[in-house]
């Protein structure tokens, strides 16, 4: 991504917040109608299509030899294959919602813990002070929607996309946070698309309905996740901290409530409006 203007640069976090809390909505839609893998395959492959054509057409600097392949690579299986799989096999397993964004909300604290003894960055007090508030904002808003009588097994693909997405921020800001976000993206997308087939055609587990509601998300989430919402991550983790670009997944449960208020009529409780300034004052303690 180009460098951007400092009012261009201030939106940034806040319209990454938005565009990341529509996947949710996205998976609501599309998920009835797919496996979780076979559904997250036909993603990928449309995105590296996607974004092989755009790093052609616009003549993309590409990853100039094997090792920043390698690394961008690794970042691309850990936030996209472990996250994106960890979650959506975790909510086939029936594991509710709220939990599986519970669980992943650990990531910034989880990431502030790591930060400091592998990238040398400082976390100073007022930083865990407003990540501890911001956790405790998103189990507010979320204690409505947690629910019961799911397998603990479910909780184990959770877990395993908590730990791709720290990693893999973590990772992408020590080894290679320096990459065209195009052919980036062929870079990231193409390993990832290559394990989670593998996974798809092993499990026998390729069930596809092309519905309407299946292609209206498989495009939002191909065009406004992978390429709208992901390009600006990475242009995020280039620009800021761990710790800062990781506090903003706080900011995604709240979001992702109030649209579903705004758009299906869920239930927003007066405790979830509580955990909601609990949480932006989180994220902004976290940021200053």
Known sequence: MPAASPSVARLAPFLF?????TGFLG????????????????????????MTSLALVFRAPWPRDGGQWFH?????????GLYL???????????PAGISSLVVGMQPLLTATIAGRLLGERVVPRQWLGLALGFVGVALVLSNKLGAGFSVDALWPA???????????????????????RSGAVAQFLPTALVTGI??????????????????????????????????????????????????FYLTPPTTALLAWLLFGETLTGLA???MIIAVWGVYLSRR
Request: hydrophobic share 60%; charged share 10%.
């Open 17 to 21: 917040v938005f565009l990341w809390s």
């Open 27 to 50: 998976a609501k839609f599309g998920l009835p109608h797919a496996a979780p893998l076979a559904f997250l395959s036909v993603r990928y492959l449309l995105v590296l299509a996607l």
């Open 72 to 80: 961008i690579g690794v970042a691309g299986l850990l936030v996209h």
């Open 85 to 95: 799989g960890g979650v959506f096999v975790a909510i086939g397993m029936g594991l």
């Open 159 to 181: 877990l395993a996309a908590l730990l791709g997405i720290t990693a893999g921020t973590l990772y992408q800001k020590k080894f290679c946070p320096h990459f065209d976000w």
């Open 199 to 248: 996974i798809v055609l092993a499990r026998d587990d390729c069930r596809v309905e092309w519905t309407g509601e299946f292609v209206f998300a498989l495009g939002w989430l191909v065009l406004v996740l992978s390429v709208g919402a992901i390009s600006l991550l990475n242009w995020l983790i280039r620009h800021g901290s761990a710790v800062n670009v990781a506090s903003l």
């Open 273 to 275: 409006l509580v955990g």
